[in-house]
């Protein structure tokens, strides 16, 4: 076979590596991948909640992964489905996969002909495979990582990432990363009617797991506020009061953070609390001022004096 710059010329190479896991605790499953390879995360990563998770990658075949959850969905086990759709491919030795299901059994296939270094680590309920790495402590870095993080899922698979990179990562360098995790019924919690969780890409950049760790930081924040307009909707106002003050702390100075949270301690009784923020609100953006005037939720403080100057300003 001919080889171009190391590569062979049969199909998209995706030097890569990546984990897919399941977390059973939350039923939530995930994939995280890194590559030297532009936007990887259109190709590589797979998941349905309820399901499990997929990586197929070295020379892709990207219709694996829709293939591989359509038959696991179906009740088949993950290595009957990697033997079966392996079986037919007479570029088998080319491809790389990785599959958990969402009980957390997991398979996964490196042929012969990956090119080095290039392998897989299994362990409960998680699948790493890479290939063109640096070395196998990569993929080894990368299990120690996700079996020793805690958190979520999300934050698990991240950790393993960046354990990946730490130590050598793909041979060639950095391009592109991605992070999948959804869980079933998400959406009953509040998301948009979908069981995607998290959906984070980033097609090229220099350092792009640092930047998926940043954009997962905006996430966090983003999930934070979304679990603390679901208390308030439910008028558990003490929860949402403490939610909304970890995201104040962790993103300081947003002026529609500060305004809710002036909202749900004036809900709670926290009367003091609730002026100090909103004036902080109305300083950093005067349109606060105006929907306060008519917002509800301040109806226990409106006869205040401290209040009626905040309106008045």
């Not at 509040?190 to 996430?219: N, Q, S």
Request: glycine content about 8%.
């Amino acid at each position: 076979m001919k080889r171009i710059n190391s590569e062979f010329t049969i199909g998209p190479l995706k030097a890569t590596f990546s984990i897919v896991a399941v977390d059973p605790s939350t039923k939530q499953v995930g994939v995280a991948v890194e590559s030297k390879y532009f936007a990887v995360g259109a190709v590589v990563p797979w998941v349905r909640a309820g399901i499990g998770a997929v990586a197929t990658q070295a020379n892709v075949r990207a219709r694996y992964g829709s293939l591989i959850l359509d038959a696991l969905a179906k009740g088949e086990r993950p290595q009957v489905v990697l033997d079966a759709v392996l079986a037919s491919d007479s570029n088998a030795a080319y491809r790389q996969i990785g599959i958990v299901s969402a009980d957390g059994e997991v398979a996964n296939h490196t042929g012969t002909e990956c090119l080095e270094w290039a392998g897989a680590r299994t362990g409960q309920g998680f699948s790493i495979q890479g290939n063109i790495l640096v070395g196998e402590g990569v993929v080894d870095s990368m299990a120690d990582a996700f079996i020793s993080s805690s958190g979520t899922l999300a934050e698990r698979l991240l950790a393993s990432l960046e354990a990946g990179q730490e130590a050598g990562g793909d041979k060639r360098g950095q391009q592109s990363a991605a992070l999948l995790v959804e869980q079933l019924g998400y959406e009953d919690i509040g998301a948009e009617g979908i069981d995607r969780l998290v959906d984070l890409r980033v097609d090229d950049h220099t350092e792009p797991i640092k930047e998926l760790r940043r954009l997962f930081g905006i996430w966090q924040v983003g999930d934070l506020q979304a679990q603390a307009m679901r208390r308030y909707n439910e008028k558990d106002y003490s929860a949402a009061v403490g939610i909304m003050a970890e995201v104040n702390e962790r993103s300081p100075n947003i002026p529609s953070t500060l305004y809710n949270l002036a909202c749900f301690e004036c809900l709670l009784g926290l009367s003091t609390e609730s002026i100090s923020h909103l004036k902080q609100a109305i300083k950093l953006d005067t349109s606060m001022r105006e929907l306060a005037k008519n917002d509800s939720d301040f109806e226990s403080i409106r006869d205040m004096p401290e209040f009626a100057d905040l309106m008045s300003a």
